[in-house]
């Protein structure tokens, strides 16, 4: 395969890496830089570089996919190569810090995770894009439409998703407390090999269920996903996805919605997410998947691939 590397003069926006002791920056500054890019990456303005697939027809209609933590988008390939061989083009980033993606220090928050996005979808110059995140992905795919707009958004779709808020809050009663993710810290430093094994043998694909059968192909593509990550980037998306309030970039959507979400999901429970979202979306359209875990995407991915496709197709 021959590499090809082109910049593109682009007005993205200014995510320049802080100083120590600096906050990062999290407002959008338009300015004119150049993004790097090659056949499977593209260089942000602050340096970092981001790996993608792009995959099917390049005229076909548009769909990208945002991940959920600690994966990258290996975790998308059963909708993308359903999608794309239904002749939609398919485009897939691993976040920063994830994957093949490099690691910075600082950045790892929604704010950047959306401009990384917005990056992505600019340098392709995709447009009338439907975007589909799953869980993390879905609280990036939020904060895209609340920092971004929908100008080059034609749909989106809302799968096991973090918003609008996990963590419990005076305001957010319904939401985890914050133990929950203190715990999820406090595993990750002492062992988080041993904490994504965990998550994958049970919680996440719902094989601690009673009758289920653990799949030890799935808990090891989870793990390996998990420990391609960087330490610090994911010990920081902890508090990315829990702690940031989507509640006002819900209220921004205006394009056609669709919100799927498991009722049997232990990691983000149905309640104070998918349900709480549809009602904040309007006109958002809620399915809900009986008995269904947090990660559908993969034990339940032919519901899910012809969900997707029906919604596309309207």
Known sequence: MNVFKRTLALPVLALGVSAPGQA????????????????????????????????????????????????????????????????????????RGHGRSSQPWHGNDMNH???????????????????????????????????????????????????????????????????????LRKASLENRSQ???DLASGPFFGFNRPGAKPSQGLIQSFWVQGMQAGHKNTYDSIAAFSATDFREDLKKFDVPTLVIHGDDDQVVPIDAAARASAQLIKDATLIVYPNAPHGLTDTHKDKLNQDLLDFLSR
Not at 37 to 57: A, C, F, H, Q
Not at 131 to 139: A, R, Y
Not at 143 to 153: A, E, K, L, Q, W
Not at 158 to 180: C, I, R
């Open 24 to 95: 990062a920056p999290s407002d959008p500054a338009v300015l004119n830089t150049q993004i790097v890019m090659t056949e499977s990456t593209i260089t942000t303005n602050d340096g970092v570089r981001l790996y993608y697939k792009d995959w099917g027809p390049r005229d076909g209609q548009v769909v990208t996919f945002s991940h959920g933590w600690p994966l990258n988008s290996d975790s998308w390939e059963s909708q993308m190569i359903f999608l794309a061989s239904q002749g939609y083009r398919v485009v897939a980033h691993d976040r």
């Open 195 to 197: 904490l994504y094994l």
């Open 113 to 183: 995770y959306a401009d990384d996005l917005d990056t992505v979808i600019k340098a392709l110059d995709l447009k009338d894009v439907t975007l589909v995140g799953f869980s993390t992905g879905g609280g990036e795919v939020a904060r895209y439409i609340g920092r971004h707009g929908t100008s080059r958004v034609k749909k989106a779709v809302l799968v096991s998703a973090v918003p609008p808020l996990m963590l419990k809050t005076p305001d957010n009663p319904g939401g985890l407390p914050l133990e929950v993710f203190d715990g």
